[in-house]
């Protein structure tokens, strides 16, 4: 079971085998330096897409040496999404990964029917992080896809995450399902819906996980507060996974937590064929490359 988020480089070193990773319009420093300390590391091959002669003029500013780099010119960003989305798709790289292209850009090339890497599920966004004041890696998820999801919604949310936590060596892990207060109010909808989850989960009728709610975020993750509250629960205070009511909520606490709890992150999309990375510029360098980690050491881990 992963505890820590450093030891996704265990888990690379462990597989004996570098993964392909293709960076869509690669002419943005941020993901380029992120790729860059990945292939130091030796734990990646890349394909670098997009304007070779920007990529290029990059990596001399950046100091990344770019021998042993597959690059693949094509100035149009558009057309760059599709070349890297398509060599995924084929078979060709194993993890695709957002340069300097928008995130709605690459989402319409991941959702193309064609050559996309639809398999049939929703897309979402999940956060690992490594809180000092928590006892175990943490996940979050939606905070950057979904804005504001259905009931429906929540419950493929919850299998991407699941299913992923199983491959980081979690299989059963307890899901906390967040609202604002701990019992169902009419008027607050995340309750009602929390409470449904919680109710479909002992129906059996999401598996794999344990799952309970309406919880807040208090009796989520801190077992002092779960019992000053008088609650009964095998999730809260041991939460490994928090389902946020909407985006609105949940990228306020992933940043911050990356902001003022003096945490480590990786996150990915899923709900894809193939692990997507998507990072902001305003994820530290250390984020992107944890996130390229993520990302790499669970593709094929089935």
């Not at 070779?52 to 990059?58: A, D, F, G, R, S």
């Not at 919604?153 to 199983?166: C, L, P, Q, S």
């Amino acid at each position: 079971m992963l505890t820590r988020i450093i030891e996704l480089e265990k888990m690379l070193q462990g597989q004996k085998i570098r993964k392909k990773l293709v960076l869509a319009v690669a002419q943005d420093s941020y993901a380029l330096e992120a790729v860059s300390k990945a292939v130091l590391k030796g734990f990646i091959d890349p394909v670098l897409v997009g304007n070779k002669l920007l990529i290029k003029q990059l990596a001399i500013e950046g100091e990344i040496n770019l021998d042993g780099y597959a690059i693949i010119d094509e100035p149009d960003s558009l057309k760059a999404v599709e070349t890297a989305v398509r060599l995924v798709h084929e078979g060709s790289a194993e993890v695709l990964m957002k340069g300097g292209c928008s995130t709605g850009q690459l989402l319409k090339g991941v959702l193309n029917r064609d050559w996309g890497l639809r398999n049939g599920d929703l897309l979402s966004h999940f956060a690992l992080f490594e809180i000092p004041a928590y006892h175990k890696l943490l996940g979050i998820t939606d905070v950057a896809i979904n804005i504001a999801p259905t009931l429906e919604d929540k419950i493929a949310i919850i299998n991407n995450a699941v299913d992923f936590f199983g491959r980081l060596g979690t299989p059963y892990p307890k899901v906390a399902v967040i609202a604002a207060v701990e019992t169902v109010n009419e008027q607050m909808p995340a309750t009602i819906e929390a409470a449904k989850l919680a109710l479909m989960n002992r129906e059996n009728k999401i598996r794999n996980c344990l799952i309970d709610g309406p919880l807040a975020f208090d009796t989520a993750i801190s077992r002092e507060s779960a019992l000053h509250k008088n609650m009964i629960s095998e999730v809260a205070g041991d939460s490994d996974l928090l389902i946020m009511p909407d985006i609105e909520a949940g990228n306020i606490l992933y940043k911050a937590l990356a902001y003022f709890a003096n945490s480590k992150v990786a996150s990915v999309i899923l709900g894809a064929s193939a692990p997507i990375v998507l990072t902001s510029r305003s994820d530290s360098e250390e984020a992107k490359l944890n996130s390229v980690l993520l990302a790499s050491a669970v593709e094929g881990n089935n």
